[in-house]
T-cell receptor
Framework: GNSVTQMEGPVTLSEEAFLTINCTYT??????LFWYVQYPGEGLQLLLK?????DKGSNKGFEATYRKETTSFHLEKGSVQVSDSAVYFC???????????FGSGTQLTVLP | EAQVTQNPRYLITVTGKKLTVTCSQN?????MSWYRQDPGLGLRQIYY???????DKGDVPEGYKVSRKEKRNFPLILESPSPNQTSLYFC???????????FGPGTRLLVL
């Protein structure tokens, strides 16, 4: 079956530090890959996506590259801000399905 | 404004007392789903609906019911809640191209 594995949290960084959150997946075929973000007290929002190998999704300074050879979709940001504090979820959608398979989420806290 | 709304946002109930969590979307989306979020487990799909009067089980459907009588509404019903259904619940709808899911703000349920 399909699965997503994210690095364990929580992650605590100082403002302007470099962020990497690792995500690897198992899926049949060629899934679409997503990062969703959940700010405190809110629902999930789509942060970025990539639909085929070597695609790079980007938004709000965050980036992730779809690496088929390593089945990975790591999230990066060069300089985090306090406002980036949230829970980040990696997810995949396999083939023509609409269902998303989520990782367990990674809590990020950025200190001023 | 495109949105998914849920009510109530917070609910405390007792074992066995039937409850309904409402969900409504204003984007005319055909696909809607319910997830529960538990620490360390990410989001798991409970039920989904491809369109009016078309519903199917997700990964963790036991103890839940849904209905889809209108396109915009997708209520989640717990006929006899139990403490293991204490969780954070999210309703979501999917864009027609399947690439984006829009989440409601969440309903935090405590079953005593």
């Amino acid at each position: 079956g399909n699965s997503v594995t994210q690095m364990e949290g929580p992650v605590t960084l100082s403002e302007e530090a470099f962020l990497t959150i690792n995500c690897t997946y198992t899926a049949t075929g060629y899934p679409s890959l997503f990062w969703y973000v959940q700010y405190p007290g809110e629902g999930l929002q789509l942060l970025l996506k990539a639909t085929k190998a070597d695609d790079k999704g980007s938004n709000k300074g965050f980036e992730a590259t779809y690496r088929k050879e390593t089945t990975s979709f790591h999230l990066e940001k060069g300089s985090v801000q306090v406002s980036d504090s949230a829970v980040y979820f990696c997810a995949l959608r396999a083939g023509s399905a609409r269902q998303l398979t989520f990782g367990s989420g990674t809590q990020l806290t950025v200190l001023p | 404004e495109a949105q998914v709304t849920q009510n109530p946002r917070y609910l405390i109930t007792v074992t066995g007392k039937k409850l309904t969590v409402t969900c409504s979307q204003n984007m005319n989306h055909e696909y809607m789903s319910w997830y529960r979020q538990d620490p360390g487990l990410g989001l798991r799909q409970i039920y989904y609906s491809m369109n009016v009067e078309v519903t199917d089980k997700g990964d963790v459907p036991e103890g839940y019911k849904v209905s889809r009588k209108e396109k915009r509404n997708f209520p989640l019903i717990l006929e006899s809640p139990s403490p293991n259904q204490t969780s954070l619940y999210f309703c979501a709808s999917s864009s027609p191209d399947r690439e984006t899911q829009y989440f409601g703000p969440g309903t935090r349920l405590l079953v005593l």
